[in-house]
């Protein structure tokens, strides 16, 4: 029966890592706050403005980018470009 108990844990403990804030990678260089060092960060996605993209001359950006919000002091970056997922 605690074999089950346990098996249970890692399941969730899985989930919740790879759910949860993670460290990350942009061009191989490990991503840190630039504020506060923090080198945790929850992951979204935002849709570009596409006229704003036009403007900037962005529209290779494809119209979505990725932020990353510091789990520390709130800080977010945006980046263009795909991100690794590291940990
Ligand atoms: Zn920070």
């Known amino acids: 029966?605690?074999?089950?108990?346990?098996?249970?844990?890692?399941?969730?403990k899985a989930i919740k890592s790879a759910l949860g804030p993670?460290?990350?990678?942009?061009?191989?260089?490990?991503?840190?706050?630039?504020?506060?060092q923090n080198d945790i960060f929850e992951e979204g996605s935002a849709q570009l403005n596409t006229a704003g993209a036009s403007f900037l001359n962005l529209d290779w950006l494809n119209k979505t980018?990725?932020?990353l919000v510091c789990t520390r002091c709130g800080l977010i970056q945006w980046f263009g470009k795909s991100l690794e997922k590291i940990d």
């Open 1 to 12: 029966m605690s074999d089950f108990v346990e098996s249970l844990k890692r399941g969730a």
């Open 22 to 36: 993670s460290r990350y990678e942009a061009a191989n260089i490990k991503v840190t706050c630039p504020h506060c």
């Open 65 to 67: 980018a990725k932020i």
